[in-house]
């Protein structure tokens, strides 16, 4: 009887295993394949425990929602996706070389180049003298650069903006604690610091 026992609570046990191992696989191919919508980021049962890595591939989710969506409006000003984020590491980040820019966007050099040709050309940045090696140069975002950067992420940020201001007092401050709780979570994480240094 005991080892018939024994034996229900550890199938019990594995069955539990299998079906947790399956969300988790098909939450990590949501958020790889994007999901459209939030409402395809499956809502987690307030009755049970959270599941920490449920939990992080439900943020993983809504992250790439969240950047789908801000991607889609127009910055304006002629700044594409890659000029804005360019701009973005120069404005946030500081003055850095070619190649730097081109490690930090994943993309190859020779693209970057192109890229910062474009934006010269536009006076959107310019080069100078590198501080710590005089023989080689960094790119600094000129104050135009600055400007359009600002313009252009309160132009994307608008649609947003306008969605959480028509919450209610309660859920704005809900919202603002979970950003701050948020923004915590990814400073105080091993690889927030590791990107931050490409």
């Known amino acids: 009887m005991g080892k018939k026992s024994k034996s229900r609570g550890k199938d019990k046990a594995d069955k539990k295993a299998r079906k947790r191992a399956l969300r988790l696989a098909e939450a990590a191919e949501e958020v790889a394949a994007g999901p459209a919508a939030v409402e395809d980021v499956p809502p987690l049962n307030s009755r049970q425990a959270v599941d920490t890595a449920e939990l992080a591939a439900r943020l993983a989710g809504l992250s790439t929602v969240l950047q789908r969506h ?63 090696d005089g023989r080689s140069v960094v790119l600094r975002a000129t104050t135009l650069g600055v400007q359009q950067l600002e313009r252009g992420r309160a132009r994307q940020i608008a649609p947003l903006a ?35 240094d490409e």
């Not at 400073?187 to 590791?194: K, L, M, Q, S």
């Open 70 to 132: 801000l991607s889609r409006a127009d910055a304006g000003d002629g700044l594409t996706r890659a000029r804005l984020s360019a701009l973005a590491l120069l404005v946030l980040g500081g003055p850095r070389t070619l190649g730097e820019l081109a490690a930090a966007e994943h993309v190859r050099p020779p693209t970057m180049t192109r890229l910062v040709h474009a934006m010269e050309a536009d006076g959107l940045v310019e080069r100078e003298r590198n501080p710590d």
């Open 162 to 196: 306008e969605t959480i201001s028509a919450l209610g007092r309660s859920d704005r401050l809900q919202l603002e604690d979970a950003a701050d709780l948020l923004g915590r979570v990814l400073r105080d994480t091993a690889w927030e610091n590791t990107a931050a």
